[in-house]
């Protein structure tokens, strides 16, 4: 594809398209696999449908101030920053020059501000990189994510408490609407009512916090990440980094690659996997009666033992005995079914549908 001229104040991303994938791994993160510390009970699935609130510690915000701030990140990730209107967000992801995912980010503008949201177990490293480009650019970045604070909430209540707070609420998913209360966006109806990212200064927060949560459920961040597996929404973190190219984790389909936006890096094997054949790995959501399931786990088809069909992206336990995950797989296995996990005679997996169609989203 056409490599999109770099402007002047751009930041002089020197050859982010081709530059040495030595880079990516200096990045990753050797811990062993961290298990899920909650596990859902069912006061939260009350509380999912009744209402909640919940402090979203398990995501760091990254600023990005400056004049070059939009076209600097618009050469580095997958989607349009430079287009992105200050009435929404987008997804978008950091890949490697082979067009493996680095990090994924929920990206908005705010002011004269740009937040990346991501993990909080790449923030330190992947903030790191993205310094590497800065250069002559004007563009400063900040970790500030004891700054600003995030809340999730939904539930039947929801709504109610939040229009204290704020004259009219976002209807789509991703719309963003702002007030002297902070931002407010729109994730989604996946879990029976809408979902609300609701972003805030610390004054903020010490004058709403205490109200807000006598009103609703107050609630762990397990409940959260629960709700972004029911949306099929793919949260790269320390364990999954530099594993897949965002299609294979239905990445476009949630909207975080634009095709027609300029270079950036892996932007040529991105748009291979779409343009060249039909795309042979996906991903899905499954249950699984094991409560310790690792992320990046491998998984097995019944139907080809000698080696793993695909891999854990992400994971919450459903009970003490069972969990629900995301699940990168082939798709030929898929169709075949008996899927197992870790080994050929690990469980069965059992597979839900996606709440959005696997579509071409470049027709």
Known sequence: MAKKPLTKNAGNVLDICNSNDSQSHSIMNTSENQQPASIMTAEDFGALDQGFVCVLDHLSLIQATGDDRAGFLHNLLSNDVEHLPASEARWAALCSPKGRMLASFLVWKERENIFLQLDQ???????????????????????????????????????????????????????????????????????????????????????????????L???????????????????????????????????????????????????????????????????????????????????????????????????????????????????????VGSIRLTSPDGAPLVFEPLPYSIIDVTE
């Open 121 to 215: 177990s790449l923030q330190a490293a992947i903030q790191k990189r993205l310094q590497m480009f800065v250069l002559r650019a004007k563009v400063k970045l900040a970790d500030v994510t004891k700054e600003m604070h995030q809340l999730g909430l939904g539930g039947a209540q929801a709504e109610e408490v939040l229009r204290n707070y704020f004259s009219a609420l976002p209807q789509q998913i991703l719309e963003k609407i702002d007030s002297e209360h902070g931002s407010l966006l729109h994730m989604g109806s996946t879990v029976g009512h809408a979902r609300y990212l609701w972003v805030l200064s610390q004054a903020s927060k010490n004058a709403v916090f205490e109200s807000v949560k006598t009103k």
């Open 217 to 335: 459920n107050l609630v762990g961040s397990h409940l959260w990440r629960y709700a972004d597996i029911k949306a099929g929404i793919p949260r790269i973190v320390a364990e999954t980094q530099d594993q897949f190219v965002p299609q294979m984790v239905n990445f476009e389909l949630i909207g975080g690659v634009n095709f027609k936006k300029g270079c950036y890096p892996g932007q040529e094997i991105v748009a291979r996997s779409q343009y060249l054949g039909k795309l042979k790995r996906r991903m899905a959501i499954a249950h699984v009666d094991d409560a310790n399931v690792a992320v990046g786990a491998e998984v097995f088809s019944l139907n080809d033992t000698s080696q793993p069909c695909g891999k854990i992206v992400n994971i919450e336990r459903e009970s003490t005995d069972r969990s629900i995950c995301l699940v990168e797989i082939k798709v030929s296995e898929l169709e």
